[in-house]
């Protein structure tokens, strides 16, 4: 989800909600178990559990990435910052995901104020040294703005692009390969592209399912045979609207972060699926994106709270019809 639409939306909630029902909100114990750690950042994007090294992996919407240990005697964690801005000059960091085999995260990062490119990039789990930095787009003025990204059992990226309702795909080495593209990816109605195809994951049944964020549409496109056939999954009395980041809870339960998020769920390899429960987090923070810790889902929230340091939550989806 962009810069501006992201100030727009916590304006909106803002303004929206009394700052006495915050306060409150802030100071009262939650319904759920939350990870609360402290950041010098305002933002952080997204957040993926790691679960060799017992800490989240976050990324930072001012650019950079960082870790928070998990230390389960301690209330309130600590983030490490572990790599600073990506090159192109101003940038933020945006979906990530652990490419465990290859023990490294890939991570989108783009030129948000700007909009001048969007370019994703891998960095050792253990060093954090740089393998790749491959730009997807750049100033020609292509509508383009790099958003999620996930990987398949080969090492093979795909990256989605909110802006040109397209996913690029890059190999193992970062380099390009072509971009998928369908009319599905795109509604008519024109507001309704103003952020388009978001969360992305790769299923282990060798397809992508990937969600429109306006329109609420749930995508699937097969990988295996090379055509890469796009399909609209059929969601039962329900929708997906608002829809941000992805995660598979099993092959057949899809957490699909956002606000509310849901907990979706297909019998039939995702031709169809339906919506068994929803969970609104904490809404004045916004919802970002979801991953999966000793089972349990935790939903990253883009604002911290808080000053000097800014106090950050992860906090457990418990979803209820």
């Known amino acids: 989800m962009g810069l501006f639409l992201k100030f727009f939306l916590i304006l909106l909630l803002l303004s929206a909600v009394p700052v006495a029902y915050i306060i409150h909100y802030e100071t009262s114990e939650r319904a759920t178990h939350a990870y609360e750690y402290h950041s010098n950042g305002w933002f952080r994007e997204c957040a993926k559990w790691d679960d060799l090294n017992s800490r989240f992996v976050v990324s930072f919407f001012e650019g950079g990435l960082g870790v928070v240990p998990v230390q389960e005697d301690h209330f309130v964690l600590e983030e490490i910052q572990v790599v600073k801005n990506v090159g192109f000059g101003r940038n933020s960091s945006l979906g990530l995901v652990l490419d465990r085999p290859r023990n490294r995260v890939v991570v989108v990062v783009a030129d948000v104020l700007g909009n001048k490119y969007s370019a994703v990039v891998a960095y050792d789990l253990s060093t954090w040294d740089q393998i790749f930095l491959t730009q997807l787009s750049g100033p020609e003025g ?49 507001y309704r592209n103003l952020v388009g195809l978001n969360g992305i994951v790769h299923h282990p049944n060798g397809y992508l399912l990937v ?33 941000d980041g992805l995660e598979l809870l099993s092959p057949t339960k899809l957490v699909v972060a956002g606000n509310p998020s849901r907990l979706v769920e297909s019998l039939d390899d995702w031709e169809t699926g339906s919506v068994l429960g929803k969970f609104r987090g904490d809404m004045h923070r916004l919802v970002t994106a979801a991953t999966v810790k000793d089972g349990k889902v935790y939903l990253n929230h883009l604002a911290g709270m808080g000053y000097p340091k800014r106090k950050h939550v992860l906090v457990e989806a418990v979803f209820s019809s």
């Not at 970062?174 to 008519?188: R, V």
């Open 142 to 190: 292509e509508k383009a703005f790099a958003d999620d990204v996930t990987v398949d059992p080969e090492g093979n990226a795909y990256i989605t692009d909110t802006k040109g309702n397209k996913i690029w795909k890059v190999n193992v080495n970062g380099e390009f390969l072509y971009s998928i593209k369908s009319p599905l990816f795109t509604p008519k109605e024109w």
């Open 211 to 243: 969600v429109h964020t306006l329109s609420g549409n749930l995508f699937k496109i097969d990988t295996k045979n090379g055509d890469h056939e796009v399909k609209l999954v059929k969601i039962n009395g329900s929708s997906l609207t608002f829809g």
